[in-house]
């Protein structure tokens, strides 16, 4: 057998690599997953839309000498076989270069390391030009113009990796400032939410600040852990011998969130759309938003999302891509994901459904009965005996068949359809502003206060805390009895 080697043609293979498909943002993100990988604490990212562009961004970490910068400027420069520290967020030894130059035709990095400035630099043009692979060394007079540089002057170690030619940012726009602006603010969502365990400093991993054009960049947790409900303990599956771990958390009902917390979650529209798993390779999120095909995003399955923890060790069983951007979990995985997808289905229904209420407690008087028919069909009644309902027909007993007719109307013209949309709409209803805990009190008030002696206000006013819908309101209620306003002396 017989083998021939044909080398690779440099700049019809850099050209091609740039259609790999990366988005700004994700491009960012494979930058600073070399940061960390680093042992960085801090990263900055500046923007310069005015005459010669540039996007740099600049860490703090353990920095690179010559030999490694330029090994680290290689195609391929570590093989996806091999075995990669535990923090450390690399994968095919592609990404610095791919992302960049995806982005830009002029890729600059500067490295420090011991107080010692090196420079290496990738220009398409120039590769085109000479026909090979020519990496451009820099010498100390090279670098004296590049952007950035001053900030470099104080660090002892660190890397500087600088985009010129922004051919690919450029496209399609008209106005280069204002297409800053807008990659900016994706950027800045983007980073927050992919890097949100570093950002907040999470068990486990250096905390990292990142900052953009001097602002620093806030982490946006996605399941908003101090409101959300835990639906189940972590649970850990074991694949080869390396630890996948799960821990499935349900949103608060959107009536109990506010416009900001709503916002962060993925708004109007994308509370939907981003349920979900949300994968984590080294606590960097990969991907999000999907069920991987093990049940159907719907809206009443809206506010579950699952966190899914697995280390870089199993790559090659997720089928990690080189932008990091897809991954698709084994079957062995998928098989456990499964069992834990209907518990967490059915806790997300009951957030929607008891929307506000305490529903665990068995001893709450509800306004309405849900009933299921002899054809196994759901309707819903208002509860004939509840609290407000006796308390008028004991007070005008010749009201009682009015009052009855009027419940049967109202449980019979209840708009279900209605109420369905607006409840899979993400908007607080009406229903749930700040006022309705005055008019809450002012009716409980006329209730208790109808009563003769204060024993029996007392057990009224008890007997409302039992009963929806005053049970919401019980802090309310007690601040307004020390206040004296239920006749108490």
Known sequence: M??????????????S???????????????????????????????????????????????????ELIHAMQYGSQSPLECRHENDLGRYGLGMKTASLSQCRVLTVLSKKHGKLYGAQWNLDHVRSVGTWSLILLEENDM???????????????????????????????????????????????ISLVFHRYLSGDAGVKKLEIRMNN????????????????????????????????KPYILPHTSKLTQKELKALGGKEGLRKQQGFYVYRNKRLLIWGTWFRLMRQGDLSKLARVQVDIPNSLDDLWTLDIKKSTAIPPEEVKQNLAVVIEKISDGSKRTWTYRGKKETRDDIVHVWNRMISRDGGIYYEVNPDHLLVNSIVE????????????????????????????????????????????????????IVLANYTEDEKNKIFEALKLTEPFCSYIEELDIAKERGEFGDK
């Open 2 to 15: 017989k083998y021939a080697e044909i080398p690779p043609h440099a700049p019809t293979l850099m050209e």
């Open 17 to 67: 690599t740039r259609a790999i498909g990366y988005s700004i943002e994700a491009a960012i993100a494979d930058i600073i997953d070399n940061s960390i990988a680093a042992g960085a604490s801090t990263v900055d990212i500046d923007f310069f839309p005015i005459g010669e562009s540039y996007i740099a961004v600049l860490d703090n970490g353990c920095g690179m000498d010559q030999d």
């Open 144 to 190: 004296t113009l590049l952007p950035c540089l001053s900030k470099m002057q104080t660090m002892a170690n660190g890397t500087l990796v600088i985009w010129q030619e922004l051919d690919k940012f450029a496209v399609g726009e008209h106005d280069m400032a204002d297409a800053f602006s807008r990659k900016m603010n994706l950027i800045r969502e983007h």
């Open 215 to 246: 602002l620093a960049v806030a982490s946006q947790d996605p399941f908003l852990i101090k409101k959300s409900t835990q639906l189940m303990d972590e649970e850990t599956i074991i694949v080869r011998g390396e630890k996948v771990k799960i």
């Open 395 to 446: 007070k005008h007993p010749d009201l009682q068949l009015p009052i009855e007719n009027l419940l049967k109307q109202i449980s019979l013209s209840l708009p279900l359809n209605s109420l369905y949309i607006d409840l899979t709409n993400d908007e607080k209803l009406a229903s749930d502003n700040d006022s309705v805990a005055n008019d809450i009190i002012a009716l409980a008030k006329t």
